[in-house]
T-cell receptor, first 110, second 114 residues
Framework: DAKTTQPTSMDCAEGRAANLPCNHS???????VYWYRQIHSQGPQYIIH???NNETNEMASLIITEDRKSSTLILPHATLRDTAVYYC???????????FGKGTKLSVIP | NAGVTQTPKFRILKIGQSMTLQCTQD?????MYWYRQDPGMGLKLIYY???????DKGEVPNGYNVSRSTTEDFPLRLELAAPSQTSVYFC?????????????FGPGTRLTVL
């Protein structure tokens, strides 16, 4: 699976959009981009995934560049409850293994 | 649905003791996983199962055993506990063969080996 690079930490003002970047320059054609988050001491929570197209669900939007070498997770209106570590993971179709790096610690500030 | 449940929530073991971490899911998912998370680190896959009676090793299987006799349950067995197994253990499940990366996690078991 391709390696991902994320900033160690980010701050976001409450109510503003949080844009979390991820680089995955070695991604291959059949690999998906997944985003998870982990609120302190809890199990990881699936947020969204995408292959080529941008995706949106009730939690977030995922923007994938045309060359697929990077992506951005967007939380449109961050709240204090969105404070968590966010993981960007690349994994092949049908692959059972998710490789969690250290992620980005997002702090939402009042 | 309760989702993925894990017991116990906390456990302290002495070196050399054994224990079984329980994991149950009520979503009828075929795929189940065990991960461990050391302090300040990401999760690492220990074992996974693609269905009852089928298990396979992940990235860090040494010191652990698993079994999958039913769709719902996927227990993780620690034999001869060592301090290096002090960690938080998460169980997860998923339903899609095409996109197995969409996984649902339990709340975790915090294990300390002294």
């Amino acid at each position: 699976d391709a390696k991902t690079t994320q900033p160690t930490s980010m701050d976001c003002a409450e109510g503003r959009a949080a844009n979390l970047p991820c680089n995955h320059s070695t991604i291959s054609g059949n690999e998906y981009v997944y985003w998870y988050r982990q609120i302190h001491s809890q199990g990881p929570q699936y947020i969204i995934h995408g292959l080529k197209n941008n995706e949106t669900n009730e939690m977030a939007s995922l923007i994938i560049t045309e060359d697929r070498k990077s992506s951005t997770l967007i939380l449109p209106h961050a709240t204090l409850r969105d404070t968590a570590v966010y993981y960007c993971i690349v994994s092949g179709a049908g692959s059972y293994q998710l490789t969690f790096g250290k992620g980005t610690k997002l702090s939402v500030i009042p | 649905n309760a989702g993925v449940t894990q017991t116990p929530k906390f456990r302290i073991l002495k070196i050399g003791q054994s224990m079984t971490l329980q994991c149950t899911q009520d979503m009828n998912h075929n795929y189940m996983y065990w991960y461990r998370q050391d302090p300040g680190m990401g999760l690492k896959l220990i074992y996974y199962s693609v269905g009852a009676g089928i298990t396979d090793k992940g990235e860090v299987p040494n010191g652990y055993n698993v079994s999958r006799s039913t769709t719902e349950d996927f227990p993780l067995r620690l034999e001869l506990a060592a301090p290096s197994q002090t960690s938080v253990y998460f169980c997860a499940s998923s339903y899609s063969q095409t996109v197995p990366g969409e996984q649902f996690f339990g709340p975790g078991t915090r294990l300390t080996v002294l």
